[in-house]
């Protein structure tokens, strides 16, 4: 299951079905899960956890050191959740003292070839970066998310749950949940009802945040103005994920 020319440090911890690739590196402190496949020419560096079913592409550099200047050594995490997908070229940093220290990446993601995690960024669940996707640091990207090829995120930006970003996009403020957005810089075009409508929300929600949406970018309110009037409309759980992704935005929202 590990081939030959492959280098594994006696402090990493792999499970028995673990497959490691010719001339792929696992570091110290590297504790990867059942099932995974580590393909050739890939290094894993700890402290780095990866779930089970984790399958790693050649060349990929999965918890390296940061590049963020004030990084000095410190033991640092990265950690992965179960059956996630990272093509060829991929490199995810871990994390800084200076912020959580820690990246995350949650569940069931396919990161594409070329795909850049910076340090301290958070993952959710069930996400596609599509190839070339930037994530500067402290980036956090909610579940069921799409990044269109060479799209690149601001550090300490949010992306919304749900959220769609076209291919090229450059995004520098906070993209709400369940919108789809396009443009250098990014602008946003509407909801991204195609991805509601394929992954089951019902006809009332979909129609609640049509209505929510409205009354965030066509209605002439203030965000918080909106705010009050969407939530004054709809108890819909749906609508509160909407309002807080707009609530908790440090950088302004996608326009």
Do not use: W
Request: charged share 20%; proline share 4%.
């Amino acid at each position: 299951m590990i081939h030959p020319t492959a280098l594994i440090d006696p402090s990493a911890q792999l499970a028995d079905d673990v497959e490691v690739g010719p001339y792929s590196i696992i570091g110290p402190k590297v504790v990867i899960g059942a099932g995974s496949v580590i393909g050739p020419h890939v290094v894993v560096k700890g402290p780095t956890t990866l779930g089970a079913r984790t399958r790693i592409f050649q060349f990929a550099s999965v918890g390296e050191d940061c590049q963020d200047k004030k990084y000095a050594g410190e033991p640092t995490r990265l950690v992965m959740g179960d059956d996630n997908v990272i093509r060829e070229g991929v490199t995810i940093h871990r994390g800084t003292v200076q912020d959580r220290g820690e990246t995350t990446v949650g569940s069931r993601n396919l990161l594409m070839a070329y795909v850049h995690v910076g340090h301290d960024c958070v993952i959710g669940n069930d996400c596609i970066l599509a190839n070339q996707v930037t994530l500067a640091g402290h980036v956090n990207v909610g579940d069921c998310a799409i990044l269109g090829g060479l799209a690149a995120v601001h550090q300490f930006c949010h992306f919304g749950e749900h959220a769609m970003a076209g291919g090229g996009s450059i995004i520098t403020k906070d993209t709400p949940a369940y919108t789809m957005i396009n443009g250098n810089p990014a602008q946003v075009h509407g909801l991204n009802l195609v991805g509601l409508k394929r992954r089951g929300f019902s006809r009332e929600a979909i129609k609640a945040l049509t209505d929510a949406y409205k009354l965030l970018y066509r209605q002439g309110l203030t965000v918080e103005q909106a705010l009050v009037e969407m939530r004054k409309r709809y108890e819909l759980p749906e609508v509160e994920r909407f309002a807080a992704s707009i609530e908790c935005s440090t950088r302004g929202i996608v326009r």
